[in-house]
């Protein structure tokens, strides 16, 4: 039409004004989300919520959120945008419709940014912080036999073990040699050859029969396979939660994309009634 096609197909002023105020609103209800979290959880009391309970709270929180930025953040970028005379009402709603969708995108866009930007500090932060201890660690690590993971230690101790322990000797040395040995059982089981060793050795330095110390043996060995197992159980809870919450923050985008449409058409439509 005569007149329209100079015209830019989007207005960036009333779309950053959106965008600017969907980012405060999430910002604003996802500290008070935080808050009401932190307030219903305790490490002193033994009544707080399971994660589950608290992975469907949190995505119910942001749904509510992307809910309300989204349709505030669209309906002033429609409702802000220049009415067009002589323009197709269809056309006029698209763009409307467009404004709204791109207000959401931009103020999605600037939180993925801040969020990683701290993010990106804090593992930077705790990356150095634990290459600190790492080189500090391996100064005292390489004045000892071994560390009790490691395998080379493990394998120098399989081909120089004598036949009997020696009831006398080093104690640390015998302590780093048997957790070395207790190390294995971190990826597998224990042989029964270790598991015989590690019975004469705390014989031999114990002073214990050999049944009581088998028995001794047999129960480090069971608290340690314990502890792997709650260690598994919580790094497979850890990765539910992480993949149920990731499930919940993509469907609230788009909860959050399509309200904006709406909102900014609904926001254009006002703007050229009133």
Same mark, same amino acid.
């Given at each position: 039409m005569p007149g329209v096609a100079h015209r830019p197909g989007m207005t960036w002023g009333p779309v950053l004004g959106g965008a600017a105020v969907a980012?405060?609103?999430?910002?604003?209800?996802?500290?008070?989300?935080?808050?009401?979290?932190?307030?219903? /959880?305790?490490?002193?009391?033994?009544?707080?919520?399971s994660a589950t309970t608290f992975t469907v709270l949190? @995505? *119910?929180?942001? $749904? =509510?959120?992307?809910?309300?930025?989204?349709?505030?953040?669209?309906?002033?970028?429609?409702?802000?945008?220049?009415?067009?005379?002589? /323009?197709h009402k269809d056309e006029v709603m698209f763009r409307d419709t467009a404004s709204g969708f791109?207000?959401? @995108? *931009?103020?999605? $866009? =600037?939180?993925?940014?801040a969020v990683s930007s701290g993010a990106s500090s804090l593992v930077g932060g705790a990356g150095r912080a634990i290459a600190s201890v790492a080189s500090s660690a391996v100064g005292g690590a390489t004045q000892s036999a071994g560390s009790a993971g490691d395998p080379t230690g493990y394998l120098l101790d399989s081909m120089f073990r004598p036949t009997t322990p020696a009831a006398t000797g080093n104690t640390a040395e015998s302590k780093a040699e048997a957790g070395r040995i207790l190390a294995t059982g971190a990826t597998g089981t224990i042989s029964q050859p270790d598991h015989d060793y590690l019975v004469q050795m705390v014989a031999a330095r114990t002073g214990l029969a050999q049944p009581a110390a088998t028995q001794r043996v047999d129960d480090v060995i069971g608290?340690?396979?314990?502890?792997?197992?709650?260690?598994?159980?919580?790094?497979?809870t850890a990765r539910k939660t992480a993949a149920t919450l990731a499930l919940y923050t993509g469907f609230s985008m788009l909860v959050g994309a399509f309200i904006a449409c709406v909102a900014g058409a609904l926001g254009g439509r006002q703007r050229d009634t009133y």
């Open positions: 980012t405060a609103v999430t910002v604003l209800l996802l500290a008070l989300g935080s808050g009401f979290g932190f307030a219903s /959880v305790s490490p002193v009391t033994g009544g707080n919520p949190a @995505a *119910v929180w942001l $749904l =509510i959120v992307q809910w309300v930025s989204s349709f505030l953040g669209g309906y002033l970028a429609g409702r802000l945008r220049p009415g067009w005379g002589g /323009v791109v207000a959401w @995108a *931009v103020a999605s $866009l =600037i939180i993925v940014f608290k340690e396979r314990q502890a792997f197992d709650t260690a598994k159980q919580a790094a497979e």
